[in-house]
């Protein structure tokens, strides 16, 4: 059970926008900064967003991120068969003298 | 460029210490802009975080984790290692090495990982 909440799977066609949520609470996402990674088959993860809405140079602007509350969100436009992959949101948690915490990831299919 | 790369064991038995090594090459784990992290794994399942090291030998561990962990620093050797004791079939895992930047004295984003290397415990 992780501590953050993320949809297993989303799908989208090529071309189209999805999204992907992040749901924590008040001692992870709403007092930090949410960062996401991408994890292609195989690979370690790789940063693809941080401080909430950020890009690491070499990440394009089809990808976004997004935080309201104790909630965040991925977003991607123009989706292409590479973006197929899992997709992680991360925290820092304050509670218990802090550690970070993830989410379960999500499965990205591109149809 | 900074890159990371763990080694050690690739099979653990049950109840003895994994241990691992991340070395650090094209940068320093002395670096004072980083913690030096530790993350896992388990096949077909999610990102957990073992815990952290700052050059100085200040630790930070996964609650969850905390009573078996230990994670230390060789600034000579430009590495940070992994002990995890009391090892059981649920520690099977890829294991991988990150940095992590510190960001207004807090934990940022891990920007580089290694590869990341098998861990199977099973006797």
């Known amino acids: 059970q992780s501590v953050l909440t993320q949809p297993p799977s989303a799908s989208g066609t090529p071309g189209q926008r999805v999204t992907i949520s992040c749901s924590g609470s008040?001692?992870?996402?709403?007092?930090?900064?949410v960062y996401w990674y991408q994890q292609l088959p195989g690979t370690a993860p790789k940063l693809l967003i941080y401080?909430?809405?950020q890009r690491p140079s070499g990440v394009p602007d089809r990808f976004s991120g997004s935080k309201s509350g104790t909630s965040a969100s991925l977003a991607i436009s123009g989706l292409r068969s590479e973006d197929e992959a899992d997709y992680y949101c991360?925290?820092?948690?304050?509670?218990?003298?802090?550690?970070?915490?993830f989410g379960g990831g999500t499965k990205l299919t591109v149809l | 460029q900074v890159q990371l790369q763990e080694s050690g064991p690739g099979l653990v038995k049950p109840s003895e210490t994994l241990s691992l090594t991340c070395t650090v090459s094209?940068?320093?784990?002395?670096?004072?802009?980083?913690?030096w992290s530790w993350i896992r794994q388990p096949p077909g399942k999610g990102l957990e975080w073992i815990g952290y090291i700052y050059y100085s030998g200040s630790t930070n561990y996964n609650p969850s984790l905390k009573s078996r962990v230990t994670i230390s620093v060789d600034t000579s050797k430009n590495q940070f290692s992994l002990k995890l004791s009391s090892v059981t079939a649920a520690d099977t895992a890829v294991y991988y090495c990150?940095?992590?930047?510190?960001?207004?004295?807090?934990?940022?984003?891990?920007?580089?990982w290694g590869k990341g290397t098998t861990v199977t415990v099973s006797s």
């Open positions: 008040s001692s992870n996402i709403g007092s930090n900064y």
């Open positions: 094209g940068g320093s784990v002395s670096s004072g802009s980083y913690y």
């Open positions: 401080r909430n809405n």
């Open positions: 991360a925290a820092w948690d304050d509670s218990l003298s802090g550690h970070w915490v």
């Open positions: 990150a940095r992590n930047r510190i960001v207004i004295a807090v934990a940022g984003d891990m920007d580089v």
